[in-house]
């Protein structure tokens, strides 16, 4: 009996959606892309309309010989792959690779889902279509660009710097932010600010005990005669100490008092980027980890008797679009379980904003949001359950009534009539306090409650305390894998498939390091390699350059341009251009002198930079090929050691540590990452991942 073969990327996937075909079907994966450009060599004919040159990798042939032996005892190929480009593509490759191409055109159907579940694959059953040659013309495209720019830039830098180099088209934008960054830290010039805080008190009668209580709050200076402050207004500690003394004995007034309710509406649910960030600020995954954990939650878990179940939409997506049976589900279930209350009064819908994304796309979300997390607990693992929860809880939320506050806002008016000329100042102090938790029920998240006391206009206040605060401005804050996903999202560079990819790659590339285990900092090798291409490919690391080409893709996608006059548009003056960087640009050497002498020859060692940053090399090369570690001096990091320095201090903060107490300092594990130990080790064993000296400032700052 004839059957049809049905084809997806991972056995995963094939093992979930096989749970809902008959013995008709047979379910098979691709184990991802079939076809490839060759690693060997360009595979890009420049001269014949960047004609691409496809192979077969070694790894795949096993498969795509079984799976061919499959196709032809088939009476139809049904290509399953994901809707994105790249799953586009896999299906487009897999017609060549299997020699499907004379196969009559019914015999072979393309269907795309954005849930694995009965009914989503039974309605692809039911629509198939063609393959979208406009989505496979755009992923070809992105393919060739980069393939282009990394073939011919790289051995440019091996050239002029050293080999082991490369540059990738979007990749090296993402490392000229982190480096940019990184310099205006360094360049940062801290700056004074004073704020003044009082504290007020008044004095309120319980009339069934007929006592006397008080009620006492902090309200912040807001504006001086007509002037509303900015933050510089108040710049030395002698500008707020003569306020302060203009403020003694003044009488303060309640000048004004306004309240009213505030409406917190939820977040939408997640799509590609915003997943990334969360599960890094909220579980600490990185965006290749989020990726993963999504992807296995997408392709299906074993559930028990259920057997294999796919539990959330694709995840690779930039659209907030929800199908109208997820709505009528979620409100059923919140109507089921937290009663009509909670319920939507109607389904609410998000609008997509970013540029390109499909609407037929969904956003990431539950399949069933009868599936509580709790009720699946123990057939997921820590981290599938923590993201399952985040996505489930997000898009619940979503669907569920505002939260609702009451909001007050106190201005104070301050007299200092004893004075010639008389002066005002108000200070303003504000409150909140929650009357509906509405969404925030089902998705906790940060706010700040302050109950006033109950005030009138022209109430007096008692002052008790009046504290002049000193400030100082902090340099922006390193990227961490949230912000620079967030930052590359915002400039338009990539889209969903390649934000964790491209993390990965400068991290593999050693042109970034994590910082504390949290933020991504520029090496050495990171800053050459981007001022290298800023000054002589400064197309290549253009922030609008990039995000008008990620934009020409998407035209490519929706068949508004030809996909090779793309290329040619980018590839005629780079190359012209790098043509001309070869004759022009010198080599690039580092090579300090030191007092070190090479054990083998004599001669002096002299530092060098290598790939992965300084090392020592004999000044003989190449006759000699002698190379050493170079030893760097230990990164204090301004702080006694915990352990044997009790009390733990900072420098120049209080007396000297106890004889023999040692130093914290960066240290680095083989595996390169980095941890603070004590400079006295193996005499003295403290080790941390996290920076010591980071947590003893959040423990002051809140004492």
Known sequence: M??????????????????????????????????????????????????????????????????????????????????????EAIAWHLISALGLEDRPGDNIERIVFHEITERA?????????????????????????????????????????????????VQS????????????IQNFKTKEYWSIVASLLKTQTTR??????????EANLVKIGDKTLDKFDIASAEESEKIVKNLENAEWTINEVEKKAVSKNPLPPYMTSTIQQDAFRRLGFSSKQTMMFAQQLYEGIELGDEGSTGLITYMRTDSLNLSEDSLRDAAAFLKKELGDRYAPASP????TTSRGAQEAHEAIRPTDPRRTPESIKKFLDQRQFRLYDMIWRRFIASQMPAAIFDATSIDIAVATSYQLPATSYT????????????????????????????????????????????????????FSEATLVKTLEKNGIGRPSTYAPIISTILARKYVERHERRYLKPTEVGFLVNDMLVEHFPEIVDIQFTAKMEEELDEIAEGKM??????????????????????????HEIAETTDEICEKCGKPMIVKLGRFGKFLACSGFPDCKTTKTLKQEPQTIGMKCPKCAEPP??????????????DVIMRRTRRGKVFFGCSRYPNCDFASWTNPLSELETKEKSA
């Open 649 to 662: 201090i900072k420098d120049g903060r209080a007396s000297p540590a106890p004889a023999g107490g040692g």
């Open 121 to 169: 694959i039974n309605d692809a059953l039911k629509n198939p279509r063609d393959i979208d040659l406009k989505q496979v013309d755009a992923q070809q495209a992105r393919r060739i660009l980069d393939r282009l720019v990394g073939y011919k830039l790289s051995p440019f830098l091996w050239k002029k710097m050293y080999r082991g180099l490369s540059a990738g088209r």
């Open 208 to 217: 069934t005990e007929n006592q006397q209580h008080e009620q006492q709050f």
């Open 348 to 351: 609410r819908r998000f609008k």
């Open 562 to 587: 030809e996909w090779q006059p793309v290329i040619r548009e980018f590839y005629e003056p780079f190359a012209k251009h790098l043509e001309s960087k070869y004759e022009e640009v010198k080599k």
């Open 173 to 184: 934008v993402a490392v000229r932010l982190i480096v940019e960054r990184e310099r205006e």
């Open 2 to 87: 004839a059957k049809s073969l049905v084809i997806v990327e991972s056995p995963t996937k094939a093992r979930t959606i096989s749970r809902f075909l008959g013995s008709d079907f047979i379910v098979e994966s691709s184990y991802g892309h079939v076809r490839d450009l060759p690693k060997s060599d360009l595979g890009i004919d420049v001269e014949k309309n960047f004609e691409p040159r496809y192979i077969i990798p070694l790894k795949s042939r096993k498969n795509v010989n079984q799976l061919k032996k499959e196709a032809k005892s088939a009476d139809k190929i049904i290509l399953a792959t994901d809707e994105d480009r790249e799953g």
């Open 427 to 478: 200070f303003r102090a504000t409150g909140q306090v929650m009357k509906f938790d509405g969404f925030l029920k089902i998705y906790p998240m940060k706010f700040s409650e302050a109950e006033l006391p109950e005030l009138a206009k022209n109430d007096r206040l008692e002052c008790r305390e009046l504290k002049p605060l000193q400030h100082f401005t902090q340099p922006p804050p390193r």
